[in-house]
């Protein structure tokens, strides 16, 4: 009989040391466990990924076919169509390092990811924050741009 509770004494180096009895079988659904998570966690990077390298396709699509750009002339590179290829590029790379961290189990990529992506999240909240802080400023700034054009 095999009792969770039950202790086990070893001797070990001529003294008795305290063990717990070992499991039979949890090594291969331990080993299955973290099969599972490394592929779950590969194909979620691949797919942040692929959003990235979709999000720049569309921006070179916006690029040769939008009219929208012509809007804002002045300052060129707060076109619709340049900031979506900048993000998409920068969310490209960042999600390749989570990629092939996670393929290769490197933890110094995986560390480099999410500490990449915590920056971004933050950019991106400042920016929320500023554009919502200044919401009147950014409306007049393209209703000014609207009538200039």
């Known amino acids: 009989m095999n009792f969770p ?26 080993r ?27 921006g070179e699509f916006q690029m040769m076919h939008s009219s929208f750009a012509s809007l804002v002339t002045t300052f060129w590179p707060i076109y619709p169509a340049n900031t979506l290829v900048v993000t998409g590029a ?15 189990e490197n933890r110094c990529m995986l560390i480099t990811f ?7 999240m933050l950019v991106e909240l400042a920016m929320a924050c500023v554009f919502f802080v200044y ?12 009538e200039v054009c």
Request: glycine content about 6%; some cysteine.
């Open 90 to 104: 920068i969310v490209t790379c960042v999600c390749y390092l989570g990629v092939l961290g996670g393929m290769q």
């Open 32 to 58: 299955s466990c973290v099969r599972c998570l490394k592929h779950l966690v590969v194909s979620l990077h691949f797919l942040c990924w692929l959003c990235g390298a979709f999000v720049v396709a569309f």
């Open 114 to 120: 999410y500490v990449l992506l915590f920056i971004l």
């Open 135 to 146: 919401n009147k400023e950014v409306e007049e700034f393209c209703t000014c741009m609207q």
């Open 5 to 30: 509770h039950l202790v086990i004494w070893t001797l070990v180096n001529n003294s008795l040391q305290l063990r717990s009895p070992r499991r039979r079988g949890s090594g291969r659904m331990n």
